[in-house]
């Protein structure tokens, strides 16, 4: 790992080349977004009521009471700079600057995702005050046993949602890493027309399966047992909060001998908004 001395000119080159890295966010379009102003934000929810019959003639009226809940999310700050000194243009053919910005976006993309990624597992906060602490219901999560991804697994996941009277005409996303992808092609039990469906996804010709979105995302991380978590959500299941969106400056800093700094920042929060509308799948590997 260098610092901008790496690039100076021992050779000619035209370019920068990114090295391997995932550019930017994957899941902020897979999840429910909101525009916010403030270190904390509430957002109000309203729960499910049953109607009751009426059985005699000029009744009273009956009076159902509505059952008001409320999420809170926790915003932060997220920051990414980096100095390009005069003396350093001059010793590259290139200038680094808008590539530096392009690096710079790519980073806090990633910080979305891993914000977004901890919804499906970290403690949620409710209540008036938010301070109500929520964790995820035992009952959708699917275990690992011994056993990597297997399409009974991905079967259960679906009943889950389907049981909690999810909105079948809402869009619902499965975030694997390739590893899992890799574990579905291995299914012995799976059918003709679904395998078919199965090596579509791998080549990158459909992304759907079972109802699902299927997104490559490798930042998917363990449970204390090793176990990979495989979040499966309904799209409004999630929540990622926006008070400033991903912001870059180039700008020249007179106190580092008028260097210009590349500059990008953030504030974002995130929370699960339904514990009912997400699932844990968990895989060995």
């Not at 080549?203 to 495989?230: M, P, Q, W, Y």
Request: glycine share 4%; net charge negative; proline share 1%.
């Amino acid at each position: 790992m260098g610092d901008i001395s790496t690039a100076f000119v021992k050779q000619f080159g035209s370019n920068l080349d990114f090295l391997v890295q995932q550019k930017g966010s994957l899941l902020r379009n897979c999840v429910r977004m909101e525009s916010v102003v403030g270190e904390e934000a509430y957002f109000d929810q309203l729960a499910s009521t049953a109607a009751q019959k009426k059985t005699t003639r000029n009744s009273d009226t009956p009076l159902i009471k509505s059952d008001h809940r409320r999420r809170r999310v926790q915003m932060y700050d997220y920051e990414w700079a980096d100095l390009i000194d005069k003396e350093d243009k001059l010793k590259m053919l290139i200038d680094p600057q808008s590539d530096y910005a392009i690096n710079a976006a790519w980073a806090l993309g990633r910080s979305i995702d891993d914000a977004i990624i901890d919804t499906f597992s970290n403690t949620a906060y409710a209540g008036k005050a938010g301070g109500t602490a929520t964790v995820f219901t035992a009952a959708n999560i699917v275990s690992a046993g011994t056993a990597r991804l297997t399409l009974q697994k991905l079967l259960d996941a679906k009943l889950i949602l389907d049981n909690a009277d999810c909105d079948p005409n809402e869009e619902r996303y499965i975030a694997i890493k390739a590893t899992q992808l890799s574990d579905l092609l291995n299914i012995s039990e799976i059918k003709d027309a679904d395998f078919n469906t199965v090596r579509a996804l791998v080549r990158g010709e459909v992304d759907t399966f079972l109802g699902f979105k299927f997104i490559i995302c490798n930042r998917l991380v363990t449970n204390s047992a090793g176990h990979r978590i495989i979040p499966v959500w309904v799209k409004s299941g999630s929540l990622l909060a926006l008070s400033k969106d991903i912001n870059t400056q180039i700008t020249q800093r007179a106190d580092k001998s008028y260097a210009n700094q590349v500059y990008a920042c953030m504030s974002i929060g995130a929370t699960r908004m339904e514990e009912e509308k997400c699932v844990q799948i968990l895989c060995t590997e």
